[in-house]
DNA sequence: GGAACAAGATTGTAGAACAATCAACAGGCC
DNA sequence: GGCCTGTTGATTGTTCTACAATCTTGTTCC
């Protein structure tokens, strides 16, 4: 269960099964940016690389397609999947719809003499972040600040449904520096609605970032 | 795309990939009862029963397990997912939300010339399934109409999620005689509010689909 | 009856082998 | 020169074999 979010650990263990160090692997390149959208994988190479056989390989690719990061077609390579504006306003509707759903669970079942303490951690990783700055540091430092809401929450299913959220191609495909400062007042906002237990109000605070990072996108995409 | 719907067409063309059989062919056994929740899987049975290698088996595995239609566990044989009455209400959580949504952007797309027939034609045949009535029929057609849905919707990423949801467990554990009635009349009134173009109104009656499945399966539990 | 051991079943993994398909390039034809 | 076409190499789709690691089950011994 939330397999996905072992991104954490890198590619080094080998207690991990070998497909799914071809898939961590993968993840965290289209994380620190070493591959591109549209970029193509090719079976044999990934294996060498990660000294993999190349059944591991395709099963890895497999997960991948059904989470959406690859766009397979019968016959050919893989590619990252690459995403117009259009398809990314669609993501964005289904991120608005399941962030207010996990806010909301989290709001509804937060308590503060369990909970209080992740949660304030997580918003201490993102604030302390932007400083030293590598690459994926902020990345993990948000899959973890949405691992614990989805964790306060509650909800297993959405917490398996959630990162299959095509919102790694959005972040990898477009990165203001607006959408930096916006989003950690937008993440006070959340965590404060949260601890206060206001569903409705915790609904609305998620719903209202992923609009913010909308505008940002229609704006810059305008220039 | 929409992969996932081509259950359409049975275990049979070989023009689809061997794991495609594989993966296909479980998702229709459960459908069709020929499976239960709890069941395992063997990788070599299934090899042979599909007639492709085990590494086949083991590629429809990976995906179906981040459909979360099985539950993998390292070195032992993965099982149908097995659900309890909570985590049924989760993933209603999560349905409704997405339901909801897929109500809402149909309604909002909906363009009588162009989406009219497809949707009566899907409400037709959900209105004459319910006589002949294979087992897997009716699902069939409820998948058909959902499509329809999504398809004028026309947002891809809900397209990909909304087959995630664990829907297909809920139906294969719970079946009351009481859901097909229900159903047909909230079918009809996501179809009047889609055709009327009221995105809430669609929205709502989606949701209050969701929430009468709740009930009936809260009620059916209780006894 | 319970614990330790042995045998079989099953998964995890790598690799070889081959057909089918695709992509790119070369060569010939108009 | 430009266009069609065949060849060639690269890549995927697929099955098979092989073996280690692990789990399961049954048996034996105390």
Redo the contacts between chains.
């Keep these: 269960m939330a397999e996905d979010f072992d991104l954490n650990d890198a590619s080094d263990a080998t207690h991990l ?1 070998a ?1 799914q160090r071809v898939y961590l692997g993968i993840m965290e390149d289209l994380e620190a940016r070493r591959m591109v959208p549209g970029q193509r994988l090719i079976e044999t190479d990934l294996a060498k690389r990660f000294n993999v056989g190349r ?1 591991a390989v ?2 890895a690719i ?2 991948l ?4 990061v690859i766009d397979p077609s ?1 016959n050919k390579s893989p590619a990252i999947r690459c995403i117009d504006l259009k ?1 990314t306003l ?2 964005l ?2 991120a608005a ?2 962030t ?2 996990a806010a909301h ?1 989290a709001a509804r079942a937060f308590d503060a003499a369990q909970d209080q303490l992740a949660l304030d951690t997580a918003m201490a990783a993102l604030e302390n972040v932007d400083t030293d700055s590598g690459p994926g540091h902020f990345s993990r430092a948000r899959r973890q600040f949405y691992r614990v809401i989805l964790s306060i929450g ?5 917490e ?2 959630f990162p ?3 919102m790694h191609i959005i972040y990898s495909q477009f990165q203001s520096p607006k959408l930096q400062q916006l989003r950690m007042t937008d993440y006070r906002a959340i965590r404060d609605a949260i601890v206060s237990g206001n569903a409705n109000c915790a609904e609305s605070a998620a719903r209202n970032h992923v609009e913010h990072v909308r505008a940002i996108i229609l704006k810059s995409e305008q220039e």
């Design positions: 099964g497909s059944n395709r099963e497999q997960r397609a059904v989470r959406g019968r398809e669609e993501i509707d289904v719809a399941l207010g759903l669970a509650g909800n297993r299913e959405l398996r449904l299959a959220i095509g």
